[in-house]
């Protein structure tokens, strides 16, 4: 009697949602090695030939803004691979995110050269958009998180639909034969792909909820113990209040008076940087006046994931570094949840981990399709009878 409620509700509700969780499935395989493709196809952006001395930070800093006077250099970041490009933040006179993304140029550490612009981001930036909101914006992105609950649902429901086989024979159940055909070759394939996959859909379906819901990402935080950090979310106006002219002027002003970095005090900083940390793969530094203490992001030689960041702020007064954030002497369960999408990815155990979750990804379409031709079969066994 069970197995068949629970039956009903693993069929209907794949059968609702499982057009949706198989666009989801596609979209996640195509953009799971994005950062890789992406660093192929914009190699001649990414990777520069060895030429004898780089040239420091205040050189790169004064040879560009030779070549662009009126820019607003916002960030530096430095690679310790000799053969990897730097990257000049500006300002940007864009709205919404890319204003405050700024623009990026990728120059050669050699001779100040500007490399050709990164392409291909706004293609798999468009994946992103369909896998995490359908398109359609917040109710796309509510969407998706209900289907992410629906596919724990369907989990638990056919995992108890399985049960029973599960007990009568346990390896058997994680196999399937060629020779069987019709309607019972399709559902033991179903079945049986379907316990293989489970745990990437558990660590997916878990760091999905996290990303799409709050109220999860708080729950998780609540049962591990871990301090979430405070997130500073843009005001959202009155569609009735418009801004005045006066508003805009002093908006502008305050942003034309934003203090930059002299380029001798940028070379002190990395220079200070150097000396406190000397395993870094990549540095990053805001060009930001703060009161004599500035923060690197940066990551290590080696990096677990490319979301294991540290953090270093150091006081260019008196040479010393006020505060020392590594990623790696974090506790486990805060290493976790500061790492919610390598997990999501699969990124979080390595390439081979990746390349599972990309396989796990594009089985979604498999067991769309299954289910569908199982129940169309199922309908006319039972309209011919």
Sequence with gaps: MHKKIWFKIHLYIGLTAGIILMVIGITGAMISFQKEILWLINKDSNVVKVNNTKLSEKQLIDNFKSKFPKSNIRALTINSDPTSSVIINIA?????????????????????????????????????????????????????????LVLLVLMISGVLVYLPRLKRAFFKSFTFKFKQKGRSFLSTMHSSLGMWVIPFYLVSTITGLSLSYHWFNDILHTITGVEKRAQKRPAVASSKVQMTKNTKKSINKKNSQE???????????????????????????????????????????????????????????????????????????????????????????GRIGQILMLIAS???????????????????????K
């Design 92 to 148: 940007s006179n864009a709205k919404g995110k890319a204003g405050r993304r700024g623009i990026n140029y990728y120059i050669n550490p050699y001779n100040s050269e500007i490399l050709p612009s990164v392409k291909g981001a706004k293609v798999f930036k468009f994946i992103e958009i369909i896998h995490r909101g359908l398109v359609a914006g917040e109710i796309g992105k509510q969407i998706v998180g209900a289907c992410t």
């Design 259 to 349: 203090p930059v970095l002299s380029s001798e005090k940028v070379q002190n900083i990395f220079d200070l940087f150097k000396e406190n940390v000397t395993d870094y793969s990549s540095a990053s530094l805001r060009l930001e006046e703060k009161k004599g203490i500035y923060t690197f992001n940066y990551m290590k030689k080696n990096p677990i994931h490319y979301r294991a960041r540290n953090q270093i702020s150091l006081n260019l007064r008196n040479n010393t570094v006020v505060k020392h954030d590594e990623f790696s002497k974090k506790p486990l369960e805060e290493k976790l949840l500061k790492s919610i999408i390598p997990l999501h990815t699969g990124e979080y155990f």
């Design 362 to 384: 594009l089985t979604m379409p498999l067991f769309t399709i299954t289910g569908f031709m199982m129940y169309f079969q199922r309908k006319r066994k039972s309209k011919n």
